[in-house]
Nanobody, 118 residues
Framework: QVHLVESGGGLAQPGGSLRLSCAAS????????MAWYRQAPGNQRELVAA???????NYADSVKGRFTISRDNAKNTVYLQMNSLKPEDTAVYYC????????????WGQGTQVTVSS
């Protein structure tokens, strides 16, 4: 009932920037929270940043001060601005939204690769 399309991943040099986008479509009656997770090879998926409804944000300690999550409710889209990228930021990034659709549930994007390397 809900479809997520991610974009914006790719290759960046250390110290560079990338901006990820995730647009939700389908039967969306209300969006409760939007978030970005990442998973590096051999690691578990971890929360990078989240923005519950109401405008608050929270970040993993490893990205505080470098990454910024934002959302455009009119477009059902969440963004992740990533600055001062480090090689350890290399991972597949997934967006996640908690939505009231036909039922309340959580949906995942397909993932987008971010590689930070010189």
């Amino acid at each position: 009932q809900v479809h997520l399309v991610e974009s914006g991943g790719g290759l960046a040099q250390p110290g560079g920037s990338l901006r990820l986008s995730c647009a939700a479509s389908g039967i969306i009656l209300e969006i409760y929270s939007m978030a970005w997770y990442r998973q590096a090879p051999g690691n578990q998926r971890e929360l990078v940043a989240a923005t519950p409804s109401g405008g608050s944000t929270n970040y993993a300690d490893s990205v505080k001060g470098r990454f910024t999550i934002s959302r455009d409710n009119a477009k059902n889209t969440v963004y992740l601005q990533m600055n001062s990228l480090k090689p350890e930021d290399t991972a597949v990034y997934y967006c996640n939204v908690e939505v009231r659709s036909v039922y309340r549930g959580s949906w995942w994007g397909q993932g987008t690769q971010v590689t930070v390397s010189s």
